[in-house]
């Protein structure tokens, strides 16, 4: 919600800066942004009160003091005949109705009236309407304005199964579907309460009588609708959140009061349906509570003090303004003096806990530190998936058919995750996750999972280089090398991946319940520490490994050559290592396999750029005696 | 095979994998809160409405529990859970106080863009007992973020709103660039929560707090994209190690 400051601190008896504003409003919970004299507010959903000038000005009186500054219409109102009936008084407890003629409306507007539009209020529509969102901004209450003429026998407001379509004064057509608070003419839906009028009955610049109607919508009959229709509408956003019941008389003798400024008043006439049945709610003075709440020592006066700022009437107990919901118990009103206070000036106490052991699920950790110490990295992925198996749950409200089941195996997941890290030219990719998955047969099954999914090489050192992951590899690693051990593994064939590289795959998936005692026995429990690292952003753009072959003839040189690759390090080289060593002692050399991995942050590398990179990094060392590259 | 031995080869480095970075600062945060005295209590992620709403206070007409911000699942019977707090409601229904308990793992909320996921990790604490004030709330928030980003960190409470907490508030620390980050969210656990899962809120009172797993992951490592967590890529994961 947007507030000009300049509006406001028409409103507070102190003019406050805006900076000092702003750091009494951000004391007082209301985040806002501000650009020029415009605060933006995010205000919390409990506080519908504070959705207006008026509203935020009562808040801020604590600090700056309030100033009376609404012209309200003071003078006789006749009694209004109207046709209405209120079938559903739950929804609606009260709503009132003012019937206003005016003579002609071509008029200059008020310099408040114009200002609002220039700054906040957009478009101008015409004078009724303009008034009402006018009347919106600066009281919080919204009210729809009729044009008289159209509404020629008997208006109704129900809550009613609906299925049919709806033309909104915006001109777009709503098909409105089940239970919707409507108001109708001869069963007519002429208006979506609370939410957006109606083309039919709506205000033109030809309006000359309007029938303006002010109402207390239940914040549970009009929420989800805004949204269910994709109708942008701030009165459904004061609605939902709950407007000031006992206001309407205020609202609409200000709403003639704002007419009266801009045309010449034929006739006003009024009436009310309903009561403002909420009982005016007290809470006893109680300043020993509110202490034991925060933690604070604050004597009765200042208690009473703060509350008075905030609009609260203080007799034998605390009287809660009408448009307070949020006020219900010693808490709320704890929560109100800690703003006053400020959070950040209360002092804080320590409290007494002991140090625990912390309680990790010890299956996890041993199986998390065997997995890592041997290459696996963890993957975490969203449970979404479009595949439906008998005991799968469903999600009624997906975010997309793709998304419609919560997933009963891991597999799918970590398939996608090697395919993702083979398209990036990984190639010894070992991945695991561990994770509850959810089934269903009479009743939700909650169980872990352990997933593991392995391809390409053994490893990047000259010796596994050549060697493939494989079963013999997993059997090593979890079955102490029996073909038929604790944990079944599975080849994943590529045929169906839409993946022609050549490693094979192998998956393995238990859940943690069946792996036996004995196995995890044999496991050590890694202490877990944990380093914040400083995370490097990766690239986006592809890789590209060049492998040498270095013949040395001179033994000496060979560590000497090591260390100079080893050292070598440049922007755009992502990795390095020997992926080949071979001594033949028969014709006296040895053999080195090198492999560096280019990649860059900015671009991806033309082969000349490369080669170029490759030339200067290989002289130094191509300059030793008796070191060549063949072929080179 | 020839003898390299010759030739004093380099060691073979076997290449460790890693965990990942939202479990190791989800344990990271637990372990904190263990060594404070908070003891660690589990729960599933597909809830009643019962348990993730009506007994933290949450009520029918709250935004939250529209379609379009939570996850409903078989023909509407349950939720995926939006945050852990109904962990902590189950296990106050089978205690007595004092208790401190903490609640961590994945939640759900309709959400799909840039900045927000549709799952994500919260790591959430509750400590009730007699006398637990905002004054104790305070101390413990503060001790919280100087473990996870120094003693000298400038920290500020703002008030805020959540129906399950009241006074609530949410925390800001301010980071190196001279702007206000939001870190977490806490309050006084609100009397009607405590009344619901059986603890006479006129003996007793509460304080409640909970942390999302990837903001902290995302300052303390240094990530700006929170979907990079999620996309499974070695290059990035094996920083992590």
């Known amino acids: 919600m947007k507030i000009n400051y300049q509006d406001l601190i028409n409103f507070l008896s102190e003019k406050p800066s805006k900076e000092d504003l702003s750091q009494k409003l951000f004391q007082l919970g209301h985040e806002h942004e501000i650009s020029d004299d415009i605060f933006d507010m995010e205000l919390t959903p409990n506080r519908g009160d504070c959705l207006s000038l008026i509203g935020l000005a009562r808040d801020l009186a604590v600090f700056f003091g309030k100033s009376n500054s609404i012209d309200l219409f003071d003078g006789?109102?006749?009694?209004?005949?109207?046709?209405?009936?209120?079938?559903?008084?739950?929804?609606?407890?009260?709503?009132?109705?003012?019937?206003?003629?005016?003579?002609?409306?071509?008029?200059?507007?008020?310099?408040?009236?114009?200002?609002?539009?220039?700054?906040?209020?957009?478009?101008?529509?015409?004078?009724?309407?303009?008034?009402?969102?006018?009347?919106?901004?600066?009281?919080?209450?919204?009210?729809?304005?009729?044009?008289?003429?159209?509404?020629?026998?008997?208006?109704?407001?129900?809550?009613?199964?609906?299925?049919?379509?709806?033309?909104?004064?915006?001109?777009?057509?709503?098909?409105?579907?089940?239970?919707?608070?409507?108001?109708?003419?001869?069963?007519?839906?002429?208006?979506?309460?609370?939410?957006m009028g109606g083309a039919s009955t709506a205000c033109t610049n030809k309006t000359k009588k309007v029938l303006v109607e002010c109402a207390y919508f239940n914040p549970e009959s009009i929420i989800g609708k805004s949204i269910k229709y994709n109708l942008v509408s701030d009165a459904a956003h004061k609605f939902e959140r709950g407007v000031d019941i006992a206001s309407q008389e205020m609202v609409l003798r200000r709403f003639t009061k704002i007419v009266q400024d801009h045309a010449k008043i034929k006739s006003i006439r009024f009436k009310s349906f309903g009561e403002a049945h909420n009982e005016d709610l007290n809470i006893p003075i109680d300043v020993n509570k509110i202490n034991k709440i925060l933690g604070t020592s604050l004597n009765k006066d200042e208690y009473l003090k703060h509350l008075k700022g905030l609009g609260f009437d203080i007799l034998d107990e605390i009287k809660v303004p009408s448009y307070r919901h949020d006020i219900e118990t010693n808490n709320d009103l704890a929560e109100e003096i800690a703003r006053v206070i400020g959070y950040n000036n209360i002092k804080s106490t320590p409290?007494?806990?002991?140090?625990?052991?912390?309680?990790?699920?010890?299956?996890?950790?041993?199986?998390?530190?065997?997995?890592?110490?041997?290459g696996f990295s963890e993957v975490i992925n969203f449970?979404?998936?479009?595949?439906?198996?008998?005991?799968?749950?469903?999600?009624?409200?997906?975010?997309?058919?793709n998304r419609n089941n919560f997933r009963i195996s891991l597999k799918e997941s970590l398939i996608e995750n090697l395919l993702y890290n083979e398209r990036r030219q990984k190639d010894s990719i070992k991945l695991f996750e561990i994770s509850d998955v959810y089934t269903k047969d009479k009743e939700i099954k909650q169980q872990k999972k352990?997933?593991?999914?392995?391809?390409?090489?053994?490893?990047?050192n000259y010796n596994d280089f050549s060697k493939?992951?494989?079963?013999?590899?997993?059997?090593?690693?979890?079955?102490?090398?029996?073909?038929?051990g604790i944990f079944e593994i599975t080849e994943i064939y590529?045929?169906?991946?839409?993946?022609?590289?050549?490693?094979?795959?192998?998956?393995?998936?238990?859940?943690?319940?069946?792996?036996?005692?004995?196995?995890?026995?044999?496991?050590?429990?890694?202490?877990?520490?944990?380093?914040?690292?400083?995370y490097k952003p990766i690239s986006e753009y592809p890789s590209s490994s060049r492998d040498f072959s270095f013949v040395i003839e001179d033994v000496q040189a060979v560590n000497e050559i090591i260390d100079m690759l080893n050292n070598i390090s440049d922007e755009i080289i992502k990795d390095s290592f020997i992926f080949d060593?071979?001594?033949?002692?028969?014709?006296?050399?040895?053999?080195?396999?090198?492999?560096?991995?280019?990649?860059?942050?900015?671009?991806?590398?033309?082969?000349?750029?490369?080669?170029?990179?490759?030339?200067?990094?290989?002289?130094?060392?191509?300059e030793i005696d008796r070191v060549s590259i063949p072929g080179m | 095979m020839s003898d390299l031995d010759n030739i004093n080869p380099p060691a073979i480095s076997n290449e460790p994998g890693s965990l990942h970075p939202i479990n190791q600062t989800k344990d990271y945060l637990l372990k904190l809160l263990a060594d404070m005295g908070f003891k660690e209590v589990h729960g599933p992620e597909i809830e009643t409405e019962e348990f993730n709403f009506d007994m933290l206070n949450i009520k029918k007409s709250h935004p939250a529990r529209q379609m379009h911000d939570t996850f409903y699942v078989e023909n509407k019977k349950n939720v995926l859970r939006t945050h852990t707090s109904p962990v902590q409601i189950?296990?106050?229904?089978n205690s007595k106080p004092p208790i401190a308990f903490t609640s961590a793992g994945k939640v759900y909320r309709k959400d799909d863009d840039a900045t927000h996921l549709p799952m994500f990790h919260q790591v959430e604490g509750i400590y009730v007992d007699k006398d637990v004030t905002f004054a104790n709330l305070k101390d413990l928030i503060h001790k919280i973020l100087h473990e996870l980003f120094g003693d000298n960190v400038q920290i500020r409470f703002r008030p805020s709103y959540f129906p399950f907490t009241e006074p609530s508030a949410e925390v800001d620390i301010l980071s190196e660039s001279g702007k206000w980050l939001e870190i977490l969210g806490c309050g006084v656990v609100n009397p009607i929560v405590l009344e619901n899962c059986n603890i006479d809120s006129n003996k007793y009172s509460g304080l409640a707090f909970g942390l999302g797993v990837e903001r902290i992951a995302m300052l303390k490592y240094g990530v700006n994209d929170i979907r990079e967590f999620y996309k499974s890529n070695l290059d990035f994961l094996a920083q992590f190690k």
């Open chain 1, 76 to 195: 006789d109102i006749e009694p209004l005949e109207i046709n209405f009936e209120n079938l559903s008084p739950k929804d609606c407890p009260k709503i009132s109705f003012l019937e206003i003629e005016i003579e002609e409306s071509k008029v200059e507007y008020k310099p408040y009236l114009e200002n609002y539009f220039s700054t906040i209020g957009g478009n101008k529509a015409n004078l009724f309407t303009d008034i009402s969102n006018y009347i919106s901004y600066e009281l919080g209450q919204p009210t729809h304005c009729f044009d008289a003429q159209s509404i020629k026998t008997k208006l109704t407001f129900k809550n009613k199964e609906c299925n049919s379509t709806f033309k909104t004064l915006l001109n777009s057509e709503v098909t409105l579907k089940g239970r919707n608070c409507v108001f109708l003419i001869d069963d007519e839906i002429i208006s979506l309460a609370g939410v």
């Open chain 1, 581 to 622: 060593l071979y001594r033949d002692d028969k014709r006296k050399i040895t053999k080195l396999g090198y492999r560096f991995i280019f990649q860059s942050h900015q671009k991806t590398l033309s082969d000349s750029e490369i080669n170029k990179k490759v030339h200067e990094i290989l002289s130094p060392i191509l």
């Open chain 2, 90 to 93: 189950r296990s106050m229904l």
């Open chain 1, 383 to 401: 449970p979404f998936t479009p595949n439906k198996e008998k005991e799968s749950i469903n999600i009624d409200n997906p975010l997309d058919s």
């Open chain 1, 468 to 484: 493939k992951l494989d079963e013999k590899y997993l059997n090593n690693l979890l079955n102490e090398n029996h073909d038929e």
């Open chain 1, 351 to 374: 409290i007494n806990l002991q140090k625990i052991a912390d309680n990790f699920d010890g299956k996890v950790v041993k199986l998390e530190s065997l997995l890592v110490k041997n």
């Open chain 1, 494 to 534: 590529r045929n169906n991946l839409d993946s022609k590289k050549k490693d094979k795959i192998f998956y393995v998936e238990t859940l943690l319940e069946d792996i036996p005692t004995s196995f995890l026995l044999k496991l050590s429990t890694q202490q877990k520490s944990i380093d914040f690292i400083n």
């Open chain 1, 450 to 460: 352990l997933g593991l999914i392995i391809s390409g090489r053994q490893g990047h």
